[in-house]
Structure formats: structure tokens, C-alpha cells
DNA sequence: TAGAAATGGTTGAACTGTCAAGTAGCGCAT
DNA sequence: ATGCGCTACTTGACAGTTCAACCATTTCTA
């Protein structure tokens, strides 16, 4: 028995962070969204994406571009994209040096409602993750998330939904 | 205005490794998810469940026990159970001492699915995670998992869903 | 300079998860 | 013992996600 936790395939060590890992997976999630849904009426997502449009407030990021950085699918952003345009708080242009790209740019009001939500979210994180943690372990968080994200791996540096060769081109 | 990485509230280092962590967040569960679904027709948390319950094959599982193993939300686990137990991988059973209570537990045919299902799920999970960490880092990993959820935090730790109390008792 | 293949993005259908409200059973106090 | 509150679980309504198929545009190739 123990499916996933002995045998051959995960050592003791191994399976016992997947437990938790997959625990985080499950549990950290509805607690972000629960804090934004309730105060702001944003999705974690939502949020995720009008910060790294904030970052560029100037120029404006191709659809992909977000997709890259926030690790999102396509048509998960699409969806999130033509949510905040109707709300007001995100444009979107099609480039004119590549009629099939589009280009999301945040507005003024998109900026005050993320400036409104930043407090309170930010707060929220703090206390549910990094206050738990010592920096030494900060630091470690971050060196497995590149390892894992950064690695190149098809499947989790995006691009994963069409991806299928075994071997690669 | 970079919103979530400077300024007050997250230092470079914490922001850095939030967002790293937010991408495994958005990305993980997907990759997960997909292989499972692909192969076997099962979701991620269904094989969760499934594996929990194969740990304690004999006496069942009270559902609210599970969900504090595999971290789910209540709801989410009812309609898991329902569905597993419409395709015959799991029973229901009233608790004879506290008739409230309803226990769950895996049939053969639960059994045989999930060791269908196990390696190439572990392949899976070996490939996507840990052949990209250290065994220092998986160390970390485990390490961080306990310190968030085994803080107490009423939020990660469950219970979440009615924890509301700004201050506490 | 066609035509084929690839890229960027959107959309329809099915599914899953979430919140809030609801039912049923237990337990303690009067 | 009757009523109040708590616990365990379920359900309805809704929003969000995913896969697969799609259209439009660009780029490669012959």
C-alpha cells in the first residue's frame, strides 16, 4: 500500500516534501483568492496579472509576454484580460508591427484599484507565508522555484500545452 | 510602479521568491493535472484522495479527517468522493457512533486503479520535480512545507473557512 | 510568389472549485 | 426533556479553468 510513499520511485525524504508541496498547492490558493475576493473583488489572478502590468506602465506587454511572466495559459489570460477590460482597468491594442499581437496596458483607474488592493493583500501574504518563515528559508524558497521554473523544462517554463515531443525537435 | 516588489512590505529577496513561488502556484497544478488526465481519466486531487485512502485501506477515512490530510476544502471533497464513488473506487459509510459522520473508503477497484495509475503519475512527478532539485534543496523544500503548514496558521491549516476573527478569541 | 507551416490569440463546451446556505445529528444547559 | 448551539457533511448557484478547435496573420520554403 502507501502508493506514493515508499518503493522504488520517491525516497522518504522525497515524498514526504511532495506531501507538502502538494499541500501548499491545494491550500495556498483559495487563501490568496479569499482575501482579494472578499476586500477587493479581485481574483488572485487578476491581481497577478494588473501588477506585472504595472510594471510596464509605459509601453504595454504582449498577451504572451504576461502569460511568460505570470505563468499563466493562454486562454486563462485572454479570459482575465477581457475581465479587467471591461471593468476598466486594463486596454488593448493590437500591435501595428504584428496585426496578430495584442498588447494589454494598464489604465489609471486599473493602477488606483491595484494601489487600493496592494496594502491589504500584501499584508495578507506576509502573515500567511513569509511570516513563517526565517530568511535563510526565503532564500531557499527561491532557489527551488528556479530550479523548478527556470529549469527549461517544457512543461513548467510555459509552452506546456504544445509541447508533446518525447525527444524534442 | 512595481507594486508588489519593493517599498515597504516585501524585500528583494521575499519578492523575488514570491514570485517564484506564485508560478509554481499557476503552474504546477496544471502540468499535474494534465498528465493524470491524459492517461488516466483521474484529476490530480482525485488521486490524492485515492491515496490517502489507500494508507488506510482497513477502517476508512472520516471525510473531514481526509480533507485535513490532503488539505481540501470541504466541499471540494464531497463532490470528489461522490464522483469516486459513482466509478466504483470508493463507499461511503455512515458511522454508526456518530451518524454526522460519513467514512470513506477505497475498493479494489480503487486500489487497482490507483496502482494503474501510480507510476506513471510518479514518473511524472519525479521528472517535473524533483530531477531538478538537490537533495538539500527537497530537504528545504520539506522544511518550508512544515513551517507553513504546521504553523497553526488557522488559514493554511485549515478551518480556514470560518476563521474570521481579526485578532482572535 | 504561391502554398504550407507556424505563431498569436480567441472561443465553445465541459468540468471543477468556491461561497453561502441548508440539513441532520450530537451535547450541553437549564 | 426541550431548546440552543456546535459539528459533519451536502447542495445550489456562480465564477473560473482547461482542452480542443478555431481564425487571422506572419514566415518559411520551394
Known sequence: MDIMTNG?????????????????????PPVLEGQLQ???????????????????????????????????????????????EKLGFVTRTNSPEDRRVVIAQI??????????????HVDHVRRTVFDHLTPQQVENLLEIG????????????????CANSPVAP
Open 8 to 28: 522504488t520511485w520517491l525516497n522518504d525524504q522525497e515524498s514526504q516534501a511532495w506531501k507538502y508541496l502538494v499541500g501548499l498547492l491545494f491550500r495556498l
Open 38 to 84: 472578499r476586500e477587493e473583488d479581485l481574483s488572485f489572478a487578476d491581481y497577478m496579472v494588473m501588477a506585472m502590468l504595472s510594471e510596464n506602465t509605459n509601453e504595454g506587454v504582449r498577451m504572451t509576454d504576461i502569460g511568460g511572466l505570470v505563468k499563466m495559459a493562454q486562454p486563462r489570460l485572454t479570459r482575465i484580460v477581457t475581465k479587467l
Open 107 to 120: 489604465t489609471p483607474q486599473g493602477l488606483s484599484k491595484l494601489e487600493q488592493a496592494a496594502p491589504g
Open 146 to 161: 528556479q530550479a523548478l521554473l527556470d529549469s527549461g523544462d517544457p512543461e513548467l517554463s510555459m509552452q506546456s500545452h
